[in-house]
Structures are given as structure tokens and as C-alpha cells.
């Protein structure tokens, strides 16, 4: 069958046989054990996004479906839940104190149940907000807002038996060039292919709006990370859009502030929404205050070339052990954990520490051997140099 018949909106009666015996197909690749620790992609139309994502593609599938249930098991984030979507942005809020400065939040669900996302990327501050916070800690804040939104989405699919998607709003009003700060934007393409890989074919729509007068040069930028699925749902509206989202979401699911009727909970006009603003001065990182700071002479220093890795063993000999890192990289790389037993303790992240380094903890619920990687397997030119420092520590100690 063509890959490319339309994902969005499948009724469960429209499944054709064909789409069935794929389904089942995949499950017998994926196999059980697999299905039960991923229960949150385990259903039908979960199954079917990762083939429209991948093109029916197996090879592409296994894979990175299996990397995607690492990376959100590794992070705990199947743990986490909320029941409203007050709760759902305040969750989000609490994760760290830079979280407002980077936009985002859920603003409603439209007519048929799909999430309404709100995005005022203008009013973020990149060369401010990349000072305060390691980039894995941004990378799991969106990740556990997609996973949320995930999880209502699968509720109101078994509501409605029909597959629904995540509509995004992104609101550019403001726009200026400080958006497009090298360094932040590498950030940003990582963190766009680091979703995708995650949720492919999450999205129904993107509705653009006070789009800029350059906005074809900076969708030029970001086209190339974007699946082709996903830039075929991203809608450019014109400057007179408030009717047109209403009439798209309903009047009653868009704030007052965008042109519909739904007031906003509290005293802003954006409810609990991130809004973004420059990240203030006392949020920025300081290694005096940071407890885990490394300094560099006690350092290990390894330089990894373009399509290698390079890895660290540390043997851990008590259960319940925490595990240390610090790192400092010359560019951005790949950096996981993993077990002798294969499982990885720390998922697959493309980090970048020019402004704040990496640094964490994990718990050991096993003894053994542990590997950090550093994986420039992805880099064809550039070697990367890369400094750490790594320890474990039981109650003892």
C-alpha cells in the first residue's frame, strides 16, 4: 500500500484490512516484552503514526522506536501525569525556573479533542535563556509536554475512536533577528529532529501567524530537519487570521487575546501560558553556586574524531549507587549511559555545552559495568574534544 495515503483522522471502522495486517506486522517486530514497557504507544493508532512516520519502512521503525522507548523510560517520564489542563501547565512550569522564558503550553482542545498548543516564539530571548540551563534539561521539559499531550490525545482517541493529532499555533508577532543566534538555533534543529524521532506524525497542524516579511528565508533554515509530513501541515495564516483559527479550532477553544472567546485562567490574558522574556540575571548559570561544578583540572580529556565514539567504563559495586557525570564539549555530541546488560540508564541526547555544562545523576538499581558514550558518529568532518569527569557514591561516601 502507498505510504502516503492520509494519516490524519482515521474513524477505528475505517481501518482497512491491509492497514490491520500492518499493524499486527509491526507488533510481531516489535514483539511483546517491547509492546508491554512502551504501553504508551501500544495501540492502534500509535502504532500507525510510527508507519506513516517511517514510510512503512521497518528497517526505519525498529530502531528508532525502540530509541524512543529509552529515551522516555531513561528520563521517567511515563511517570509522569496530569489531569487538566491547568495542571498539565503548571507541571510543566515547575520543572525548572527557566521554564517560562521558553514558550509553549496548552491552551485548549479544539472541537474534536485535538490538543491546541500555543507557541509566542518572538517573545523568547535565546542569548539569555541558553545562559541559564543544560540543554538536556530543556530537551526533557519538552519531551515530558509532548508525552502529556501524548497521553491525552490517546484518551480522547478512545473516546472518539477517531486518530488525532497536536495542533500547533505558532504566534510570531515580535519576530527579530536575535532569534536566529547560531548557537541557539543549532539547539532548536536538534531539539525538531529529537521530537520527531520521538512522535512522528504527532502533528494535525501548524497554523502560522504574524509571520514576518522574511519568514521564507527562516522556514529555509528549519525546512530541511522537518519531515515531509510535517511540512505538509504547516499553514501560513494571513495577517487578518483570528477568524480563520476560530473558525478552524472553535471560538471557544482560542484565548480572547487570539480572537476567540475563551478567557484565560488568572490574571494575564495568556493564562498559563509561557510567554518567553529575557531570563533574568540570577537565573543564569554561576559554577560558584552549582554544588556539582567540575573545574577542569580534574578533568579527563579525549578527543573523539568525526564517525567515532569514545567511552568511558566505571564499575559500580552497590545497588542504589548514584552515578556523577560533568562534561564540557568543543560542539555539540551524543552522550548516553548504558548498562552492561544493554539498558540504557541515560538516554541518546545531542547536547551542546557553549554556554552551561552538562552535568547529572542516576540512580544504579544494579551492579556492574556502566559506559558513558560521547558519540560523534554523525560528525563527517569535525572531531570533537571532549572533557569530564566521572564518580560513583553509595550512602557510605
Request: charge should be neutral; proline fraction near 6%.
Amino acid at each position: 500500500m502507498p505510504p502516503h495515503v492520509s494519516s490524519i483522522c482515521y474513524n477505528t471502522s475505517e481501518l482497512t484490512t491491509d492497514v490491520r495486517d500492518k499493524l499486527q506486522e509491526l507488533r510481531d517486530a516489535l514483539g511483546r516484552d517491547l509492546l508491554e514497557e512502551a504501553w504508551f504507544f501500544a495501540d492502534d493508532f500509535s502504532l500507525l503514526r510510527w508507519l506513516y512516520g517511517w514510510d512503512f519502512k521497518f528497517e526505519e521503525i525498529i530502531p528508532r522506536f525502540k530509541m524512543a522507548v529509552e529515551r522516555l523510560v531513561a528520563l521517567k517520564i511515563p511517570h509522569t501525569s496530569a489531569e487538566t489542563l491547568d495542571e498539565f501547565n503548571q507541571l510543566i512550569l515547575n520543572m525548572t525556573p527557566c521554564a517560562q522564558y521558553f514558550p509553549g503550553g496548552l491552551m485548549s482542545f479544539d472541537r474534536d479533542g485535538h490538543p491546541v498548543f500555543m507557541q509566542c516564539i518572538s517573545k523568547v530571548h535565546p542569548k539569555t535563556l541558553v545562559k541559564c540551563d543544560r540543554v538536556s534539561e530543556l530537551f526533557k521539559l519538552i519531551l515530558t509536554e509532548a508525552f502529556l499531550a501524548y497521553n491525552f490525545t490517546r484518551k480522547h482517541e478512545v473516546k472518539t475512536g477517531r486518530k488525532l493529532g497536536v495542533k500547533i499555533i505558532i504566534d510570531m508577532d515580535g519576530f527579530n533577528k536575535d532569534l536566529l543566534y547560531a548557537p541557539t538555533m543549532k539547539i532548536y534543529m536538534n531539539l525538531l529532529m529529537l521530537m520527531q524521532d520521538t512522535f512522528p506524525d504527532f502533528a494535525r497542524n501548524m497554523y502560522v501567524i504574524n509571520a514576518p516579511m522574511m519568514i521564507s528565508a527562516i522556514f529555509g533554515m528549519v525546512k530541511p530537519v522537518l519531515a515531509k509530513q510535517t511540512q505538509d501541515k504547516i499553514v501560513f495564516l494571513p495577517k487578518d487570521y483570528k477568524k480563520q483559527l476560530c473558525d478552524e479550532l472553535g471560538a471557544e477553544n482560542v484565548y480572547e487575546r487570539w480572537g476567540g472567546t475563551l478567557k484565560a485562567p488568572g490574571d494575564s490574558d495568556t493564562g498559563f501560558l509561557r510567554v518567553g522574556g529575557i531570563a533574568p540575571e540570577h537565573l543564569r548559570y554561576d559554577p560558584t553556586k552549582n554544588p556539582h561544578h567540575i573545574e577542569e583540572k580534574h578533568m579527563i580529556k579525549v578527543n573523539v574524531p568525526a564517525g567515532k565514539t569514545k567511552d568511558f567504563k566505571i564499575t559500580v559495586t552497590e545497588p542504589g549507587s548514584k552515578l556523577h557525570w560533568f562534561f564540557l564539549a568543543s560542539n555539540d555530541i551524543d552522550f548516553y549511559i548504558k548498562h552492561e546488560n544493554g539498558k540504557h540508564v541515560y538516554p541518546r541526547l545531542r547536547l551542546l555545552t557553549d554556554f552551561v555544562p552538562e552535568f547529572g545523576q542516576v540512580i544504579c538499581d544494579h551492579p556492574g559495568s556502566y559506559t558513558l558514550i560521547f558519540d560523534n558518529s554523525y560528525g563527517t568532518f569535525f572531531s570533537k574534544d571532549v572533557k569530564f569527569n566521572v564518580f560513583v557514591k553509595t550512602d557510605d561516601n
